[in-house]
């Protein structure tokens, strides 16, 4: 079956017109990804169709906080579907049905979710701006800040993450945008002492205007990891009280190592 035709024919046409660009295919493991994009400025918005031995469709944008929704949440449809929105198909002319469905649900409502899905569901979050100010910037507003509170960059991490969250919890009470820029010069005080404890580097993701630290070694997935010290600082500040186990969980290599 050729189900990149069928999918450009039934709903690659109308998403074009809206100014949705074909991305190509995706292969992982047994899974098809077929996926459209439209960018407006800083702002995506993605169409994403996955085959295995069934067919799902979602919709996301890159807007903070935002998180896809299978078509299979706005209208139901008359097949079968499972608890992740795949449904089964057993021949050509099924997925097809089931394509025509998919636009159904996309002019009905999923152009306009996926409007609503486009807008941040918070205002206290990383913004490009400040992302881009820690990327470019994190030597020396790490120096500034050590020196601003005290802070001892080699010594006790365990200290460190305590002095960390006794500074943020201590500004609870204030505006947003009193902290902002405290927590970006924390956020390169963590993440510096992050990279000396786990390794990795700073790193500039273009697709989503975001400054994190990849390539950290862990043991715990067998894998090399990534973290995000913006998004770890201001989730802190707004959470409101302290939770050390949270900031200190991010220096372990392994599940039960002690941080001193």
Same mark, same amino acid.
């Given at each position: 079956?050729?189900?990149?035709?069928?999918?450009?024919?039934?709903?690659?046409?109308?998403?074009?017109?809206?100014?949705?660009?074909?991305?190509?295919?995706?292969?992982?493991?047994?899974?098809?990804?077929?996926?459209?994009?439209?960018?407006?400025?800083?702002?995506?918005?993605?169409?994403?169709?996955?085959?295995?031995?069934?067919?799902?469709?979602?919709?996301?944008?890159?807007?903070?906080?935002?998180?896809?929704?299978?078509?299979?949440?706005?209208?139901?449809?008359?097949?079968?579907?499972?608890?992740?929105? @795949?449904?089964?198909?057993?021949?050509?002319?099924?997925?097809?049905?089931?394509?025509?469905?998919?636009?159904?649900?996309?002019? *009905?409502?999923?152009?306009?979710?996926?409007? *609503?899905?486009?807008?941040?569901?918070?205002?206290?979050?990383?913004?490009? *701006?400040?992302?881009?100010?820690?990327?470019?910037? %994190?030597?020396?507003?790490?120096?500034?800040?050590?020196?601003?509170?005290?802070?001892?960059?080699?010594?006790?991490?365990?200290?460190?993450?305590?002095?960390?969250?006794?500074?943020?919890?201590?500004?609870?009470?204030?505006?947003?945008?009193?902290?902002?820029?405290?927590?970006?010069?924390?956020?390169?005080?963590?993440?510096?002492?992050?990279?000396?404890?786990?390794?990795?580097?700073?790193?500039?993701?273009?697709? %989503?205007?975001?400054?994190?630290?990849?390539?950290?070694?862990?043991?715990?997935?067998?894998?090399?990891?990534?973290?995000?010290?913006?998004? *770890?600082?201001?989730?802190?500040?707004?959470?409101?009280?302290?939770?050390?186990?949270?900031?200190?969980?991010?220096?372990?290599? @392994?599940?039960?190592?002690?941080?001193?």
């Amino acid at each position: 079956m050729n189900k990149k035709k069928w999918i450009k024919e039934i709903i690659g046409e109308t998403v074009e017109k809206r100014g949705f660009e074909y991305k190509g295919l995706e292969v992982d493991g047994f899974l098809e990804g077929y996926s459209y994009e439209r960018k407006e400025g800083d702002l995506k918005q993605y169409i994403s169709i996955t085959v295995s031995d069934g067919v799902r469709m979602t919709l996301n944008t890159n807007a903070y906080r935002q998180i896809w929704v299978s078509v299979t949440e706005l209208i139901k449809p008359k097949f079968d579907f499972d608890l992740g929105g @795949f449904i089964d198909y057993r021949s050509e002319e099924e997925f097809k049905e089931i394509l025509y469905y998919f636009w159904d649900v996309l002019v *009905e409502k999923g152009f306009a979710v996926l409007e *609503e899905k486009s807008k941040p569901t918070t205002e206290v979050r990383p913004k490009k *701006e400040t992302y881009w100010e820690l990327y470019t910037e %994190h030597e020396e507003l790490n120096k500034t800040y050590c020196e601003k509170y005290g802070l001892d960059e080699t010594g006790s991490i365990r200290k460190l993450v305590k002095k960390i969250s006794d500074i943020i919890l201590g500004t609870k009470e204030q505006k947003f945008s009193e902290v902002e820029e405290m927590l970006v010069g924390l956020a390169a005080v963590y993440g510096s002492r992050l990279i000396k404890k786990r390794g990795g580097e700073w790193k500039w993701n273009e697709e %989503h205007c975001s400054c994190t630290i990849d390539d950290m070694w862990s043991d715990i997935y067998k894998c090399e990891c990534a973290n995000n010290p913006l998004v *770890e600082m201001i989730s802190y500040w707004e959470n409101g009280k302290e939770d050390m186990d949270r900031l200190l969980q991010e220096f372990k290599q @392994f599940w039960n190592e002690e941080i001193f």
